[in-house]
């Protein structure tokens, strides 16, 4: 570059005094500033940084710097001819030489960009269309336009202001138009930039779209943008929950804060997906403390790097305590209260994966369960303010451990709400949360992506949808209005079929399915069976008793709960059932506690079935005397670390 400035500089400034003298052959006096011009130009350009910069990806801020540098090279060749004696130039040659030269640096440079850019891309790219035409619509054709994938060659909008204009070099069309532009402009894709429309409004613009088979992609949504979790110019397959249609309710600050802000807050299950949502939506109220209670040294780790990197960059000082503990360590959780002065805790650890948890009955039971007595138990003994419980639509009429567990759960904190006047017990009741592990979503985008099959249980499934970061706050907020005991039910919206959220998954990827009406299509959608205890709707409410809050989309229900008395004697059985790994004596006890429990025939757990295909005579009498020393030996040791414990408490 430096090269051909040398050479194309000195032609411009001869131009210049050509058009002026109206002659090709320049006064004799002027020979010695042709080399000044190069000086002048070649230092210019590189003090400015024009020889650093790389020309594919020159932009608007690279033009802005040749024209300062054109400006500042003809400024400093005007001052040499004043100040060095040299003969006068003339203002009208100087006007004349910044105009070429300007025309030719950012001209040379633009082109070569354009000419290399043009080499470097495929021959077959893909034509899009830009869905909003509007500032991020603007942007996204910039940068798809020197890009080696894409070429927008339309911009839709449902302005009819806009129809009809151009976008850089881009016709504006009409929605109705699209179907057109399948045929004429070979478009195969579209990009939604809609980084602002509401949830509702997306929807209504993928059901228009659903019906031409093209593949949708859209930006990220404007407070992914804002916090700076996505870019702009981020692609991403449609978000599942724009499909939804849901838009949500923006906090209520009051509730929001009332049990957070300058409180100290614990999370247990922390790593999870609800739990890390919980603490993002958390760490910016400004709590005094956040203890992170996670039994998974990766997740505790993943967790509290990214809330410590965004307490730096927000500067917030909040204390955040990462702890790897388990609810069934009653010393460690008692502990942890008292060291840490905890006001709050949000309890969303727990065992949700229906299969998982049916073939695990003793560990899902006890973590469910047990772990939520042992972590209640000792908010009550310290005497914290609140206590929320994250449970589950499963745990309405069970069929399965997981929803049994969950509700046995739930009447663990109303029977101990009896017994207590300064803490508030209360749970929240959620059905399906979007992207959370286990979640349906993510596994269709992946079998899709790997051409199928995508498999549904049964294609009458039914299921609520929330995102978690709205599931987040509205456990918050309920947490806040609670008065003690109360079962807190979130409004998700209307129900959706699993098999149609399939289809429209399968065809907002530009993708058919393939079954008997059309043979030829993409993606098979294979049907598999409920799985083990699965339901296939799910409620929200026992009964029907129902009152609103504070709140419209959260629900107060008015539902049975046992007495304490009987809740303790239940819950001892189940530790000595759980104890001697007794299956069948643990699911009894759920029957017992929990009316509404309908388990299917038989017991699924993995151990307690395989012990019952081979039975071994010796090792059940091992299991069973290693189960009566362990409950012997727990026994004494229990005794002895309680002795110890309220000593040092009285102390």
């Given at each position: 570059?430096?090269?051909?400035d ?13 058009l ?19 000086v ?20 608007v ?107 850089n ?30 949830h ?41 929950g ?12 009051k ?50 790097r ?28 008692r502990?942890?209260i ?94 399906n ?11 269709f ?10 498999t ?13 970061p ?37 065809g ?21 069976g ?14 029907g ?11 107060r ?9 009987r ?15 007794d ?23 993995h151990?307690?079935?395989?012990n ?29 670390k ?8 009285t102390?």
């Amino acid at each position: 570059m430096i090269g051909i400035d040398a050479v194309m500089l000195p032609i411009a400034f001869w131009l210049s005094l050509s058009l002026k003298f109206d002659s090709f052959i320049p006064p004799v006096e002027h020979i010695a500033t042709f080399v000044c011009v190069v000086v002048f130009g070649v230092v210019t350009f590189s003090t400015l940084g024009l020889y650093r910069a790389v020309i594919r990806f020159m932009g608007v801020k690279a033009l802005g710097r040749i024209v300062v540098g054109v400006t500042l090279s003809v400024v400093a060749l005007s001052f040499f001819g004043e100040t060095f004696g040299a003969e006068r130039i003339g203002t009208s040659a100087l006007a004349i030489y910044w105009s070429i030269a300007l025309l030719y640096v950012g001209g040379s440079r633009f082109l070569i960009r354009y000419l290399v850019l043009y080499r470097t891309r495929p021959h077959e790219l893909k034509r899009v269309a830009i869905y909003g035409a509007g500032e991020a619509g603007a942007r996204l054709s910039s940068v798809l336009q020197g890009g080696p994938e894409f070429e927008p060659v339309a911009f839709m909008d449902d302005r009819k202001t806009l129809w009809g204009s151009q976008i850089n070099g881009i016709t504006v069309y009409p929605p109705r138009d699209l179907p057109k532009l399948l045929a004429t402009k070979g478009v195969d894709r579209v990009l939604l930039a809609m980084p602002s429309a509401t949830h509702r409004r997306r929807r209504e613009v993928l059901s228009a779209l659903e019906p031409l088979g093209i593949h949708v992609q859209s930006l990220p949504n404007l407070s992914d943008i804002i916090t700076g979790k996505a870019q702009i110019d981020q692609l991403r397959e449609v978000d599942v929950g724009d499909l939804l249609g849901r838009d949500t309710v923006p906090p209520n600050p009051k509730l929001f804060e009332s049990c957070i802000r300058g409180k100290s807050v614990m999370v247990t299950g922390a790593g999870g997906s609800i739990g890390s949502e919980l603490c993002r939506q958390i760490l910016p109220v400004a709590p005094q403390r956040l203890v992170l209670f996670e039994m998974s040294e990766l997740a505790l780790y993943t967790i509290e790097r990214e809330l410590q990197e965004i307490a730096a960059r927000e500067r917030l000082s909040v204390e955040i305590i990462p702890l790897l503990a388990n609810g069934s360590q009653s010393g460690r959780v008692r502990e942890i209260i008292v060291v840490y002065g905890v006001q709050t805790i949000y309890h969303a650890a727990a065992y949700k994966h229906v299969p998982m948890v049916e073939h695990n009955v003793i560990r899902g039971v006890e973590n469910n369960v047990l772990c939520t007595w042992n972590l209640a138990e000792a908010a009550l003994n310290v005497g914290i303010e609140t206590f929320v419980l994250i449970s589950t639509d499963k745990a309405v009429n069970p069929t399965n451990v997981m929803g049994a567990s969950k509700r046995l759960a739930e009447l663990v904190l109303q029977g101990l709400q009896e017994r207590t006047t300064v803490t508030r017990f209360c749970m929240v009741r959620f059905g399906n949360v979007l992207g959370s592990s286990g979640s349906v979503v993510p596994l269709f985008r992946e079998q899709i992506r790997r051409g199928g099959p995508v498999t549904v249980t049964h294609p009458d499934v039914i299921r609520y949808f929330m995102t978690i970061p709205e599931a987040a706050q509205l456990v918050i907020q309920a947490g806040s209005m609670a008065v003690g005991g109360d079962v807190f039910v979130l409004d998700m919206g209307r129900p959706v079929r699993i098999d149609d959220l399939a289809r429209r998954m399968i065809g907002l990827m530009g993708l058919s399915v393939r079954d008997a009406d059309n043979a030829e299509g993409d993606i098979e959608i294979v049907y598999t069976g409920l799985r083990s205890a699965e339901k296939l709707f799910e409620e929200l409410l026992i009964g029907g008793n129902v009152t609103k809050t504070d709140h419209p989309m959260i629900m107060r229900a008015i539902e049975h709960s046992l007495p304490w008395s009987r809740m303790e004697k239940i819950l001892q059985d189940l530790q000595c059932a759980i104890a001697e790994s007794d299956c069948r004596e643990v699911l009894n006890l759920l029957r017992e506690a929990v009316a509404e429990y309908r388990p299917a025939e038989g017991i699924r757990d993995h151990l307690w079935t395989r012990n019952a295909v081979a039975p071994s005579t010796d090792t059940g009498d091992k299991v069973a005397d290693f189960a009566a020393k362990r409950r012997q030996a727990e026994g004494s040791l229990h005794s002895a670390k309680r002795r110890v414990r309220d000593n040092t408490l009285t102390q």
